[in-house]
């Protein structure tokens, strides 16, 4: 079964840090470029960014909101895409989607298999 | 950054009826060099990850029913469920994928009336 399992949400206090991880099975996941999603509480859908393929040299790209405190990275080899999150804020606070660009050869793609997604609170 | 608007907000449509939604960008999403608009549509019921019904603006994701469908192109792009089954309620985002940062329209949320 092709799916994405996120994990590593919590409670966090401002200026925290937090890692999530986001494991993958089903398809060959190297292939892919992979993506992070965001959603508040009872708002839409932001992205946060990308990390595209060893083909591509593992190049990331970031929302402006989030750009110099958040780092994306995966490792192949675990099937795994990460998100280093710094210096959170309550804005921060979202359920947090990894999720599968369709193709492994186009260079931008919508996305067709997302994780149920992991909570994070940033609160004090 | 390409904004992404979508209308209505809301719309209560009757069980076996015709729902439209439509969704706008701040520019053209329709990429010259392959003619592929670049514009999904995502499905989203409480409590669940989005779902992928629509992408390239028309092509149906395998797996969902044809009474979903997108048409447009350009900055103008509509999804038509043809006849509104129970199952169909939730919210209805379209995203643009032309460029980062990839953004996402504000949601339509459809009930039944």
């Known amino acids: 079964e092709v799916q994405l399992v996120e994990s590593g949400g919590g409670l966090v206090q401002p200026g925290g840090s937090l890692r999530l991880s986001c494991v993958a099975s089903g398809f060959t996941f190297s292939d892919h470029y992979m993506d992070w999603v965001r959603q508040a509480p009872g708002k839409g859908l932001e992205w946060v960014g990308r990390s595209r393929n060893k083909a591509n040299s593992y190049t990331t790209e970031y929302a402006a909101s989030v750009k110099g405190r958040f780092t994306i990275s995966r490792d192949d080899s675990k099937n795994s895409l990460y998100l280093q999150m710094n210096s959170l804020k309550t804005e921060d606070t979202a359920v947090y989607y990894c999720?599968?660009?369709?193709?492994?050869?186009?260079?931008?793609?919508?996305?067709?298999?997302w994780g149920q997604g992991t909570m994070v609170t940033v609160s004090s | 950054d390409i904004v992404m608007t979508q209308s209505p907000d809301s719309l209560a449509v009757s069980l076996g009826e015709r729902a439209t939604i439509n969704c706008k960008s701040s520019q053209s999403v329709l990429y010259r060099s392959n003619n592929k608009n670049y514009l999904g549509w995502y499905q989203q019921k409480p409590g669940q990850p989005p779902k992928l019904l629509i992408y390239?603006?028309?092509t149906r994701e395998s797996g969902v029913p044809d009474r979903f469908s997108g048409s447009g192109s350009g900055t103008d792009f509509t999804l038509t469920i043809s006849s509104l089954q129970a199952e169909d309620v939730a919210v209805y985002s379209c995203q643009q994928y032309y460029s980062t940062p990839f953004t996402f329209g504000p949601g339509t949320k459809v009930d039944i009336k």
């Open positions: 999720a599968r660009e369709v193709s492994a050869i186009l260079s931008n793609d919508a996305f067709d298999i």
């Open positions: 390239w603006a028309s």
